[in-house]
């Protein structure tokens, strides 16, 4: 069996138990299965998500220090950033004008019975200038420590920018952050082949704990959500690539496998990000020099699934509570989540917070996030893998566009182990 597939078995197993589990014991379990999930299970989970994490800073930023240092001369990094960054932006925005779109006509919210809303209370939102002056570190190596990904991605571009440029003094650092890259990619490539347990291990926990009886109560919206989630992975996508580049979309969705059903099983873009960068490198054959940087920075600010899901809720909230924002309100909404996508970690619930700036620019109530928390996580792994396949489509047309992309490679749908 291929490791994608153990993957899938792992991921499926998973869920079948934990629901079996749920629907069985509910909260009531037996106190041997409450030691097994806690004990057992979640500390496996829980490990595998450390295990993920802890590449995600060297992986960044020394894949990219070598990719910006080795890219092909007369290679715009300019010009990269500003495609890269445009066809985040556009399919963000396109995402949530769907959402908007489709949830009028559908009216998810009308005539809601709001009797079972619990409290939330909405984090202060920073401002723009906030958000672009904390691109740009003062410590590298608090960056680092904190995981700061837009902060990594700045340093590691002005680093690879001058080993570029310095020449023969550089070579030996090059050739220093070259050997760590191998390294760090071979680090990869061991934990994919414990990642079948690791997933089994989470969703078992998960779907125990999570009982989703709320999706009842909530199914227009769930549903909506889901809807335009799949319209938007499934159609958007597609015809962006075709019309781009011409390439074959299936083979896409073939080889972008395992970031998916990680991104799924993990509900993280940052703790997958060490699996994207495979995938979109090795498997997509797109060059290091542009995965290295449309990948992490794709990771942190482009979240399609995340902006579909506030523009839903968002006009999810404005029925619940009988308040309409009119047209200019909507397209408030497209403007702020677009924009509030950016700096925004690409970490489980994330789209909650940003959800609240929407809300408190268009002037709908914030508590109203709590009618909507107790499906969220479910949504949240679907929409993380709909994030992951939008960074592994843009770092496709990127690629292709800049004649940097491995035609071999790309249509290799044969499912061996290459990460
Ligand atoms: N969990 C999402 C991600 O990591 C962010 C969100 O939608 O909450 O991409």
Redesign the pocket.
């Given at each position: 069996m291929t490791l994608s597939n153990k993957i899938l078995l792992g991921m499926v197993a998973g869920v079948v138990l934990g629901s079996l589990l749920n629907a069985a014991f509910g909260q009531q379990l037996t106190p041997l299965l409450a030691w097994l999930l806690d004990s057992v299970f979640d500390l496996v989970g829980q490990v595998f998500i450390a295990s993920l994490k802890v590449l995600v800073v060297p992986l960044v930023f020394v894949s990219l220090v070598v990719g910006t240092a080795t890219i092909s001369p007369g290679v715009s990094l300019g010009k990269i950033a500003t495609k890269t960054i445009g066809f985040y932006l556009l399919t963000t925005a396109l995402a949530i004008t769907a959402a908007v779109i489709f949830a009028n006509l559908i009216d998810p919210g009308t005539g809601l019975d709001r009797s079972f809303e619990g409290s939330f209370t909405a984090p202060l939102p920073p401002t723009v200038k906030e958000v672009l002056i904390d691109i740009f570190p003062t410590n590298p190596i608090a960056a680092m420590a904190e995981g700061n990904m837009l902060q990594i991605i700045v340093f590691a571009l002005l680093v690879g920018v001058a080993l570029a440029q310095v020449g023969t003094p550089g070579t030996a650092a090059l050739r220093f952050f070259e050997s760590i890259n191998d390294v760090n990619m071979r680090m990869v490539t061991i934990l994919m082949h414990l990642a079948p347990w690791g997933v089994f291990a989470l969703l078992t926990t998960l779907f125990s704990a999570e009982g989703f009886g709320a999706i009842i109560a909530l199914g227009k919206y769930f549903f909506t959500v889901v809807g335009v989630l799949l319209f938007h992975a499934v159609v958007v996508y597609p015809l962006l690539l075709l019309t781009l580049t011409r390439l074959n979309p299936l083979t896409l969705f073939k080889n972008i496998r395992p970031a998916a059903l990680f991104g799924f099983s993990t509900?993280?873009?940052?703790a997958t990000l060490p699996i994207t960068l495979g995938v979109v490198e090795n498997r997509l054959g797109v060059n290091p020099s542009i995965g290295s940087f449309t990948v992490p920075l794709g990771a942190t600010i482009n979240?399609d699934?995340?902006a579909i899901?506030q523009g839903v809720a968002t006009v999810f909230i404005a029925q619940a509570y009988g308040i309409d924002i009119g047209l200019s309100g909507y397209l408030a909404v497209i403007a702020t989540a677009t924009l509030a996508s950016i700096g925004t970690a690409?970490?489980?619930?994330?789209?909650l917070i940003m959800l609240a700036m929407v809300l408190q620019q268009v002037g709908l109530p914030v508590e109203g996030i709590a009618l909507i928390i107790g499906v969220d996580r479910l949504l949240?792994m679907i929409?993380?893998a709909v994030?992951i396949t939008g960074d592994c489509v843009v770092s496709t047309v990127v690629a292709h566009s800049e004649g940097l992309l491995d035609r071999a490679v790309y249509d290799d749908v044969s499912d061996r182990d290459r990460y």
């Open positions: 509900a993280s873009s940052n979240m699934g995340s899901l690409g970490v489980p619930g994330a789209a949240d929409r993380t994030n």
